[in-house]
């Protein structure tokens, strides 16, 4: 029973164009979703979060969409650089317990 | 450094074998959790505690594992009898706060295990 869905593995963009990256879940009872980013041989960092009573929320060039009724969400990235090169997972909150995506590979070209 | 420890960072171990792994989270972080990641997906739930208590346990752990928070400090997860499908990456994270009002977690490096 995969509750996140992160249906695209990979991504690749140019250094400085946007990188948008889909995110689908199942879980209603999801409070807050939040985006990781992971380097090899590294845990994974967190990155952004959103309320699931909001439908934006922006930091910096990264900016995270909700739209709850279609119960997916969407990390944009603007302007890409290639240190933005690493696995980002989708990841749904209830009550503290954390649920991952299956990660998409974002790579940023120079 | 006052991040998430984890040891070891790596583990190769014999088929049958009973494997420990230690985490050490964010001091005055109360609470704690374990996921397994393989290759090509995301981390998988195992357990979470508040404090010393565990909370829940992942109905795809089997009887094999076990994991505790004696002090609601420090954490272990140990399998017993290992299997070759238990061969994976072993994350640590911690967090405060309860009822996902900071729902930020800190992840350690993991450990890696093998089994051969």
């Known amino acids: 029973d995969q509750q996140v869905k992160q249906n695209s593995p990979s991504l690749s963009v140019q250094e400085g164009r946007i990188s948008i990256l889909n995110c689908d879940y199942t879980?209603?009872?999801?409070?807050?979703f939040l985006w990781y980013k992971k380097y090899p041989a590294e845990g994974p960092t967190f990155l952004i979060s959103i309320s699931s009573i909001k439908d934006k929320n922006e930091d910096g060039r990264f900016t995270v969409f909700l739209n709850k009724s279609a119960k997916h969400l969407s990390l944009h990235i603007v302007p890409s650089q290639p240190g933005d090169s690493a696995v980002y997972f989708c990841?749904?909150?209830?009550?503290?317990?954390?649920?991952f995506g299956q990660g998409t590979e974002l790579s940023v070209k120079p | 450094d006052t991040g998430v420890s984890q040891n070891p960072r790596h583990k190769i171990t014999k088929r049958g074998q009973n494997v420990t792994f230690r985490c050490d989270p964010i001091?005055?972080?109360?609470?704690l959790y374990w996921y397994r990641q393989t290759l090509g997906q995301g981390p998988e739930f195992l357990t979470y505690?508040?404090?010393?208590?565990?909370?829940?346990k992942s109905r795809l752990l089997s009887d094999r594992f076990s994991a505790e928070r004696p002090k609601g400090s420090f954490s272990t997860l140990e399998i017993q009898r290992t299997e070759q499908g238990d061969s994976a990456m072993y994350l640590c994270?911690?967090?405060?706060?309860?009822?996902?009002?900071?729902?930020?977690?800190?992840f350690g490096q993991g450990t890696r295990l093998t089994v051969v």
């Open positions: 001091s005055e972080h109360n609470r």
């Open positions: 990841v749904g909150n209830q009550g503290g317990k954390l649920i």
């Open positions: 994270a911690s967090s405060l706060g309860d009822r996902g009002l900071d729902t930020e977690a800190f």
């Open positions: 505690f508040q404090n010393e208590a565990q909370l829940e």
């Open positions: 879980n209603s009872m999801f409070d807050y």
